[in-house]
């Protein structure tokens, strides 16, 4: 049976270019614009609060903070820190959200977080009395990060311990940056053009994909490896594919192991397009672990659920898929879900907030793109035997195949 066509759960003023979920607050985080071109669409990081109203999920807008001339491209969250890339530049923001004074009579700490009040309502939503917290966003840093004729900074990560920022942009240049300073420790040429994508490993290790063909592994400024993705796949020459997007996912049931997985786009449009590849790796030995193609609509953007059960991609066509990360098998495809491009995704986190919206489904992704607008795609529950009625039913197919047995053969026991 096919999924049902995602809900629209936000529409902005602007195309919108990357989201971010905050893992303890009921809270998204969007960003795009038109950029300087004198159009009349503005540029702004938009605060949604995410609640379930009526038995789905719903998202309200908190706050806009306007970012003038500059369309946020890419973005990472730490906490109550976003790294917003913009143009050439990072911009580092801090935002808070002020608590809600208690009531009469009433004592006693709350988490800081968001509350009811009354707020606009997303597309096609129902006018509702709510309250929330007011958003208070200010401007710490803004670093230059790229120096190519293009301007721009095209990734962003933290590490673990938020300590670090890494960038990467059209200059080919991957930048270290201590945090909160933003002192620069480190720049070098990682590849011949574009960086594509970063991800952050293990003791640091920093994944690079370009648009040179290369996936590199880096230790500080030295070259580790680099990835072979095709390796067993003799068939496929080495520059008919480059590596699109990296990431690293944890393992499920296995703590502290990690995977890397990579997304492997054809090189060269043709009239009858080749398959894209999912690559997962393991994420200590970087030694290639299983590859299956994707589908032939070109994937323009990855993301990994917390558990790293499930796989999120999404293409230039606007469509949206997720993927069982064991296996790399699509388990939820929905054809242009996006009239356009989709640029970025977020799995709702698996924290005690994640889960009260999930309301029951086994995951929810958020995607936005050039369209302006944020859908969800909800991944129902797999229904599964508990395991005292398998055994039960492997006790009755023995007993029934005995019985058989006795009939056809008198005298077999």
């Known amino acids: 049976m096919a999924p049902r066509r995602p809900a629209e759960l936000y529409r902005a003023p602007f195309p919108l270019y990357t989201v971010r979920l905050h893992p303890r607050w009921p809270l998204a985080i969007t960003a795009g614009g038109g950029g300087a071109a004198k159009t009349g669409i503005r540029n702004g990081v938009h605060f949604l609060q995410l609640e379930q109203i009526g038995g789905k999920l719903s998202a309200s807008l ?39 004074e208690p009531a009469a009579g009433h004592g006693g700490s709350r988490e800081k977080g968001p509350r009811k009040r009354k ?18 966003v200010e401007s710490l840093h803004s670093v230059r990060t790229d120096f190519s004729p293009d301007a721009l900074q095209k990734a962003v990560r933290f590490n673990a311990d938020c300590s670090l920022l890494v960038t990467g942009g059209a200059d080919g240049f991957l930048r270290l940056w201590e945090f909160p300073s933003m002192k620069k420790t480190l720049e070098f040429k990682a590849h011949d053009g574009e960086i594509e994508d970063i991800a952050l490993g293990p003791d640091n290790k920093v994944v690079t994909a370009g ?69 997962k790796w393991d994420g200590k030995s970087f030694l290639p672990l299983l590859t299956r193609p994707c589908g032939t609509e070109v994937i323009s953007c990855l993301s990994i659920s917390d558990s790293g059960t499930f796989l999120g991609l999404g293409t230039v066509t606007g469509s949206v898929a997720i993927h069982i990360a064991f296996s790399l098998q699509r388990l939820y495809y929905v054809k242009e879900a996006h ?75």
């Not at 707020?119 to 208070?136: A, K």
């Open 119 to 136: 707020g606009p309502s997303p597309v096609g939503q129902d006018e509702t009395q709510n309250q929330t917290s007011e958003v208070m």
């Open 211 to 279: 648009r040179d063909f290369q996936c590199c592994v880096w230790q500080q400024d030295q070259l580790v490896m680099g990835l072979c993705w095709n390796e067993n796949l003799p068939g496929i020459p080495d520059k008919a594919y480059r590596y699109q997007a990296c990431r690293f996912g944890a393992v499920e049931d296995n703590a502290g192991a990690l995977r890397l997985y990579t997304v492997q786009v054809p090189h060269k449009r043709e009239r009858r397009p080749p398959p894209c590849y999912l690559t």
């Open 62 to 100: 908190l706050h806009s903070h306007d970012t003038e001339t500059r369309a946020t491209m890419t973005m990472a969250l730490a906490d109550d820190i976003i790294a917003a890339g913009q143009d050439a530049s990072c911009h580092i923001l801090r935002f808070s959200l002020r608590a809600p």
């Open 339 to 413: 009239g356009i491009v989709v640029t970025d995704m977020a799995f709702v986190p698996e924290s005690r907030h994640g889960r009260e919206l999930l309301a029951g489904n086994e995951a929810a992704l958020l995607s936005v793109a050039v369209d302006s607008r944020c859908k969800l795609h909800l991944l129902p529950s797999r229904r599964s035997l508990p395991v005292w009625l398998l055994l039960l039913l492997c006790a009755g197919l023995i007993v029934a195949a005995i019985l058989l047995l006795q009939l056809a053969f008198p005298g077999f026991l």
